[in-house]
């Protein structure tokens, strides 16, 4: 799994546009270094940002319980910005979302707008989010690992209980009895003399 990147973006001038209205100067998944930012700033001739983006993850769920186990996994991750939509035709929609993103503009129509120093403290909370980011991404991970086994040792625990519960054995029996019930039903209402039906007759003496 990636980690989200920090990006210095800068606005099509000229540029070969790799996403709507910017291209990318600079994309790292991994700790960035202030010369590193420096060095892609000196080929701007546009509008640039600093941008670090942190983890984004969107599940479609097949039920609104399991859309609910998801966000309360997310919620104790430290991804609280994290939520549940429910659509027109019922499709069940999870995003796990977070607020500690990072998005600070660096230079003007290529023309640098701050210090060397800004951009090296900058790039020091960029790390430090990015530390951040990985560290919430494991435990969102662990506890959904977590979290799924426990809901299938509930269910498991339900389905035995349920089983060993008298009214389930009665109600499990009657269905059975009905089950067999309708075989002999359909057994004695065929034909005598069929003689499409292939089956084996036998016949016993009187004194057998």
């Known amino acids: 799994m990636l980690l989200d990147p920090v990006n210095i973006i ?8 790799q996403k ?11 700790s960035c270094l202030k010369d590193d930012v420096i060095v892609a700033l000196k080929k701007a001739s546009a509008d640039t940002i600093l941008k670090f983006e942190p983890f984004v993850l969107h599940v479609q769920c097949r039920q609104l319980q399991d859309a609910q186990i998801l966000h309360t996994v997310a919620i104790d991750s430290g991804f609280r910005n994290s939520g549940i939509t429910v659509g ?9 979302r977070s607020t500690h993103g990072l998005e600070v503009p660096l230079s003007h129509k290529g023309k640098l707008m701050v210090t060397e120093e800004y951009i090296d403290f900058l790039v020091n909370i960029a790390n430090q989010k990015m530390e951040e ?8 991970y662990n506890s959904l690992q977590y979290a799924l086994e426990r809901e299938t040792i509930t269910n498991l625990h339900s389905k035995i209980k349920e089983e060993n519960n008298p009214l389930y054995m009665h109600k499990k029996k009657r269905n059975t009895e009905k089950a067999r019930g309708r075989c002999i039903t359909e057994e004695n209402d065929k034909p005598e003399n069929d003689e499409s039906d292939p089956g084996i007759s036998v016949v016993f003496s009187e004194d057998y």
């Not at 027109?88 to 796990?96: D, F, H, I, Q, S």
């Open 133 to 140: 980011n990985k560290k919430r991404i494991e435990r969102f």
């Open 10 to 17: 800068e606005g099509t001038n000229g540029f070969e546009v």
């Open 20 to 30: 709507q209205n910017c291209c990318w100067l600079m994309v790292t998944h991994k």
């Open 88 to 96: 027109k035709r019922g499709k069940t929609m999870l995003a796990v």
